[in-house]
């Protein structure tokens, strides 16, 4: 057991392939962001849409999982799921969440932070509309979050809607959709040598953005 310790404390990546100097920061976070996003698309990392979201339990506790974002622009940060979910329900009792994008084989993460608000259902249903007929019907089939019997109750639920709905389109749940983060703070991160990271935190003041230089 204490050779395992050791080894896991001796497990290090060195940074330091990239820099991020103030001067080559774009004045919007957004722009910021989607220029690390198509850079993080063109190297062919593994689904760079997925991050981690972080809301606050109803217990008061933190609570994590991950999503993929289906949407950005300078309005927020969109994903989907069951309005029924847990992170649903914490996100109803406390509009608030923390997003996190880790890009390690760029050395890179960003961090949001900021309000939710559901999107219209016109959103919705124009995402809906496009995922495969598969997806489309499991978001039917997932009373999301709550405790289940078996897997095959799920499957054979999926095979009861696939013939409920042969022939047809599936119409959007009114049960599912999206959400909108809306940022009030963007840090993006670039590792550095000797652990001497980049650090820029945007920060909304009014209609424009404040950045700072962290210490790593």
């Excluded at 993460?109 to 598969?134: C, H, M, N, T, W």
């Amino acid at each position: 057991m204490s050779k395992s310790r050791e080894e896991i404390a001796a497990m290090r990546e060195e940074y330091g392939s990239r820099e991020l100097r103030r001067k080559d920061m774009a004045a919007d976070p957004i722009e910021q962001f989607e220029q690390w996003f198509a850079e993080a698309r063109e190297v062919q990392l593994h689904e760079p849409n997925a991050l981690t979201l972080s809301t606050i339990g109803l217990d008061g506790c933190p609570a994590s999982r991950t999503v993929l974002m289906k949407f950005f622009d300078e309005n927020g940060f969109v994903f989907y799921t069951n309005y029924g979910s847990a992170k649903a329900r914490e996100i109803e009792a406390v509009p608030k969440a923390a997003m996190l994008f880790a890009w390690l084989q760029l050395e890179r993460q960003v961090r949001i932070e900021g309000s939710v608000e559901k999107v219209s259902a016109a959103e919705s249903l124009k995402y809906f509309a496009s995922r495969p007929r598969d997806s489309q019907i499991g978001a039917w089939v997932s009373d999301q979050s709550s405790v289940i019997d078996s897997r095959a109750l799920l499957l054979n639920k999926m095979e009861e809607l696939k013939a409920k709905f042969k022939g047809g389109d599936v119409p959007l749940p009114s049960f599912w959709g999206g959400y909108r983060v809306i940022p009030e703070r963007i840090e993006f991160w670039q590792g550095g040598k000797g652990r001497v990271h980049d650090r820029f935190r945007y920060t909304r003041a009014g209609d424009s953005w404040m950045i700072d230089r962290l210490a790593p």
